[in-house]
Nanobody, 124 residues
Framework: QVQVAESGGGLVQAGGSLRLSCAAS????????MGWFRQAPGKEREFVGG????????YYADFVKGRFTISRDYAKHAVYLQMNSLKPEDTAVYYC?????????????????WGQGTQVTVSS
């Protein structure tokens, strides 16, 4: 079992930055792929970015490429999402999730453990 909890969300102006953190507990964190997802009101949850267990695979959704960066700190059992050049359309609840395996994929059903979400709101 792996437990995850997100933090770092908030209200920012367009063009600003936020750094989201995902604290993990339980076993095998260092061997789980990790992903970030988001869900806006009235919309389905969508993939934002992911990283494999060893960091060899990192992938971003097209709408965040060049603006967001995902990383992980194995010693601190943490995963981060650095968000720069934020846009109003980035407004959503952001979720951290641990993959069922060490892989880092873009598909929601492949992730087994989810945090409660943290709200990110970007105003014009």
């Amino acid at each position: 079992q792996v437990q995850v909890a997100e933090s770092g969300g908030g209200l920012v102006q367009a063009g600003g930055s936020l750094r989201l953190s995902c604290a993990a507990s339980g076993r095998t964190f260092s061997t789980n792929g990790m992903g970030w997802f988001r869900q806006a009101p009235g919309k389905e949850r969508e993939f934002v970015g992911g990283i494999s267990w060893n960091g060899g695979w990192i992938y971003y959704a097209d709408f965040v490429k060049g603006r967001f960066t995902i990383s992980r700190d194995y010693a601190k059992h943490a995963v981060y999402l650095q968000m720069n050049s934020l846009k109003p359309e980035d407004t959503a609840v952001y979720y951290c999730a641990a993959h069922r395996t060490g892989a880092g994929t873009t598909t929601t059903p492949t992730y087994a453990y989810w945090g409660q979400g943290t709200q990110v709101t970007v105003s014009s």
